[in-house]
């Protein structure tokens, strides 16, 4: 079913989607370091800026974020050139006081990132399909941060070179109306 879209809404958000067929063209590393700018300028509570960002753009980091990943993930986000980790911190580096927010408001700047890549020709595609433990253990990450997804970022790829069962669901998925989300 196509997308319908009843409100005018911002066209970066109508066109951006989660795509997973990737070309293996390399990313500037001042584009891939854009996208985290833009995800530092989303809102989090009393300014805490909780998420952190590991980059795999180089051939040893990337091979091991590929580790991390899920099998079914692994056959498609392996051509992604680009793997971006992303975490949130659980305390308030301040006050060392429990952030309740940390994973809401990393997922604003998760967004944020989302929409420069689009604005900027990148496609991304965050997961769930990933081992946070082997993350961890991997990156000796401190145990202050949650690890709350790894994105696959790239340019548009062929979907020929998916199999069949992802070909067939390469495309923008419908959203629920409008009437269905409020409460």
Sequence with gaps: MPRTFRYQIMDII??????????QELIARDDILALVEAA??????RNGQ????????????LEKMRQVLSPSNQRWANQAPVLILIAARKTFADSGEINEWHE?????????LALEAQQRGIITHAMGGF?????????????????????AVGRYGDKSKLIKKLQ??????????VEELLL
């Design 104 to 112: 809401f408001d990393t997922g604003t700047a998760w967004g944020f």
């Design 40 to 45: 530092s300028f989303a809102p989090s509570c």
């Design 14 to 23: 109508k066109k951006r989607w989660s795509p997973q067929a990737y070309s």
């Design 168 to 177: 067939e669901r390469e495309f923008p998925k419908s959203r629920k109306s």
């Design 131 to 151: 081992d946070p433990d082997k993350a961890i253990e991997l990156f000796n990450i401190s145990d202050l941060y949650e690890i709350i997804t790894v994105v």
């Design 50 to 61: 909780p998420w952190r960002f590991l980059i795999a753009d180089e051939p040893d980091t």
